[in-house]
């Protein structure tokens, strides 16, 4: 990659230093490949801003943290507005804790992703779609689905370093990755309910 853009992480401080073989070079090693993939993954694939990547950076460097405080912020830089964001409704946001608590899972008041459903049932409910029940049971039922899974990957790991960056990775990349997959199950959900007429047959 670019030297103007390894300079750049290092000022925003997202990588730490190499080291000056030189006057005029530096050499970076094993760890500093490793940290730009992170950074890369973070901003390109996972679309953080600066400021939410150096904070989920920070606290991937955080020696002793709690992998709950890990994920904590994890979670919270994937909601960072990258856009002004509407408040949403009480009761939108009543109905997703709701749900939640319907299923039985763990979580405080102040989880991110209880806006961030409820501004999409807000969404719904702009277009007069009032999501019924077995609507929004069908997507925590995904969820818990997904979530397991992102849980049973980090039990393969034994090197603590390796469990709070995938968690950290992990959290910032699954949205994009579901979303992917949803999409094309999308088209295949399509594809069964709605056939398409063979040519030439309007019937």
């Known amino acids: 990659m670019p030297l103007s853009a390894v300079k750049y992480y290092q000022r925003e401080g997202l990588l730490p230093e190499g080291i000056r ?10 760890q500093h490949v490793k940290r730009v993939r992170l950074i890369r993954a973070l901003l390109e694939a996972g679309g953080l ?13 955080t020696e002793g943290a709690p992998l709950a405080e890990t994920f904590s912020v994890a979670s919270y830089a994937m909601n960072t507005p990258r856009i002004a964001e509407s408040v949403p409704s009480a009761d939108a946001r009543e109905r997703v804790m709701r749900l939640a608590r319907a299923e039985g899972w763990a979580f405080t008041d102040d989880n991110p992703g209880i806006d961030s459903a409820a501004r999409a049932i807000d969404g719904l409910n702009a277009i007069d ?24 990957a980090l039990t393969a790991l034994s090197d603590p370093d390796q469990v709070a960056e995938l968690m950290v990775v992990g959290t910032v990349l699954g949205d994009p990755l579901f979303a992917g997959l949803r999409r094309i199950a999308q088209a295949d959900a399509t594809h069964d309910i709605f056939p398409v007429a063979p040519d030439g047959d309007r019937s």
């Open 21 to 30: 073989s030189a006057p005029n070079q530096v050499e970076y090693g094993e």
């Open 49 to 61: 801003s600066i400021a939410a990547t150096r904070d989920v950076i920070r606290a991937l460097d």
């Open 129 to 152: 779609f009032d999501a019924p029940d077995e609507y929004l049971l069908a997507y925590a039922k995904a969820a818990a689905v997904a979530a397991a899974a992102d849980v049973r």
